[in-house]
C-alpha cells in the first residue's frame, strides 16, 4: 500500500469532514446545534471506513456504535459522567470523539493506541477492557462509589447481545436490583457475536424484537415520543407509557430493572430522545438498542463475520483481500479435530463464542451435532465438558489461553480435580500481538503447571502439535496443548495420529565440544530461535516437549555434562516451565548455573508480534545477549 495514499485516507481533512475535524473531545461535539449531528455522524462513520481499511483493525461491530456514540457524548457529561464500553472492540467511534482521530491509524501497532479502551490511554476510556461482560459491573461499582461520595454522576454500560451470555453480565444485573443507584445498562443488540449468537437468551431477545411488536414500535415509537408529556411529569407518566408499548414482565423488569426499548440505534433523533429522557430517570434502567454490525459498509452488513476484525483493504472493494497466510497451529488443530473425530464417535467439540478463531468450522459443519458453541461462557465452557466426561464423552474444549483465565476454577474443581477425561487445546499461547496486554496468552504454564495430574504439552511445530493433540486425546485424564497464534514453521502437520509418549523430552542437537557447555531446555515455539543460537554458541538443544510431566530423567542425564542451563518458553517467567526445572534441581540438590528465558515480569503491551519478541528478548540476538551476560556475569 502507498504510504502517502493511506496517510490521506487516514487524516480528518475538514473538505471530507467539516464537522468531524473539529471535533476534539465531546465538548466540541456538545457545540454543534442538534440538527448538525446527523452530519456529523455520517462524516464519523465515513471515517471510520476509510481509516480503518487503511490500517486494519475491529470494524463491524463499531460502524454498528456509531449514533450510539454521538448520542452518549452529546447527551452525557463525559468524562465525569462514565462510559462504560463492554469488550471495547466497538469503541474505535469513540476514540475518534475523544480526541484520538488523528492516530486512530496507529491502532494496535507497536506504541500506537491501544486495541480497547484503556485508563492509562485517555480520561474518556472509563474502565480497561478486552475481555468480555466486565461492563455492568464495572459501571456499578462506580455508581456505588458515587453515591457513597454524594456525586450526581451517571455511568452507562454498553453491552452486546454476545456479552450479554456471560454469567459475569447476568450477576452483575442481579446484584444492580438489590442497590439503588443510577445506572444504564445499554444491551446493544445485533444478534451476532463474532459469528452468530447463540442460545435461549438470544432467543428470548430475538422474540422481542420478532414481527408486528418490533415494527409497530418503529412507527410507532417516534409519535409516542413527540407524544410525550413535559418532562416534570415525564418520569412517572412515560414509564408506563414506554411499558404500554413494550412487552409487560420482561426478564429485566423481573430483574429490577426498568426496561425501555427496542429501539432501533441507527435513528440518532429516537437514540438522543430516548437518553435524553431516560437520564432523567433514577434507579437501575436498561435501554435495548437494535443495531446492525458493518451498519454503512454493504460487504460488512453482508459478511458481519469476515469484517469483524479486519487486514488492511481498499474500501472501494465489496471484498476483503485473500489471506496469504501459511497454515497456522489453529488450522492444525481444526483439520486434527475433523480426524479424530472420525476415528472417535465420543469426540465432542466446545467452544466459548471463538468458532472461526479457533478453525472449527469445517467441524462445526461436518459434526453439528457433536459441536457446542456455548456462547462467551468459559466457565460453563470447562464445566460442560466436565459433565460431558462424566458420561463417558471425550470431550474436547478448544478455548485461548487468555479465556481460559475465566475458567480456571471450573479447571481445577469441576475436571482435574475429579480426574474427568478432557482435552483442552489452548490456543493463542505466548503473546498475540495487536490484540495486546488483555489477550496475550502469557500466564497458562504457570496455572497450569501447579494443578497436580494434570498434563501440559507445548508444540516447538505444527507436527509436534498434531501428535500432542492425539496424545492428549488417548490420555486418561485432563491434558492440556498450549499453542501459539499464526503459524509455525511452516512443517506439514500430516495426517497421523501417533501419540508421543508422555513425559519426555528429545535430544535436538548435542553440542560438538565435548566439554561441560550449555544446554538449552525449549517448551515449545522458542526452539526454532534455540536451534539458531545453539549453531553460535555450541550448545545443546532439547525439546521438552512436556512441561508436565517433565522428563526427570533427561534433565538429571543434561545436569552431568552441562555446566549451565537455559531455559526457554512464550510465558512468563513467574513460575513457568523453567520455574519447574529449577524447583527439581532444587529437589534433587543438583547445582547448576540457571538461566530462564521467557516473558518478563511486566505487562507486554500490543504490538506486530516479531517486534514484542524481540522487546521480551526472544529473538536469537536477544537469547544470545542474554546468554552473555549469564556466562559474564
Ligand atoms: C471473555 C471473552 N471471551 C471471548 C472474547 C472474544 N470476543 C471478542 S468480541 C466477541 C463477540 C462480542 O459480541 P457482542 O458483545 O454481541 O458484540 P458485537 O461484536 O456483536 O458488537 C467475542 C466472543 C472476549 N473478548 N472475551
Redesign the pocket.
Known sequence: MNNNLSKKYMLCDPKTYPHLCKIDSPQDLRLLARDQLQAANDELREFLINSIAHCGGHFA?GL?TVELTIALHYLFDTPSDKIIW??G??AYPHKVLTGRKEILHSIRQTNGLHPFPSRSESEYDAFGV????TSISAALGMAVAAKAKGDDRRFVAV?????MTAGLAFEALNHAAALDVNLTVIL?D?D???SE?VGGFRNYLAKILSGKFYSGFKESGKKALQNMPKITRWAHRVEEHLKGMVMPGTLFEELGFNYIGPIDGHDLDVLLTMIGNIKRLTGPQILHVVTR?GKGFSPAEKDPIAY?AVPIFDPKETRLPASKKKVTYSNVFGKWLCDMAEKEEKLMAIT???REGSDLIAFSKKYENRYFDVG?A?QHAVTIAAGMACEGLKPVCAIYST?LQ?GYDQLIHDVVLQDLDVLFAIDRSGLVGGDGATHHGAFDISFLRCIPNLIIMAPSDEQECRKMLTTGFEFKGCAAVRYPRGSGTGIEAGDSLETLEIGKGIVKRKRKDDSQGIALLAFGSLLKNALIVAEAIDATVVDMRFVKPLDKELILELSQNHSRFITLEENVIAGGAGSAVSEFLAEENIQIPIKHLGIPDKFIEHGDPDELITLCGLDVDGIINQISNFVEN
Open positions: 461491530a454498528g463492554d469488550v472492540h466497538q478486552g475481555h468480555s461482560s453491552i452486546g447481545d454476545g456479552a446493544n445485533n451476532m457475536s463474532i449468537n454490525k469483524h466459548p463464542a471463538m462467551i468459559e479465556f475465566r
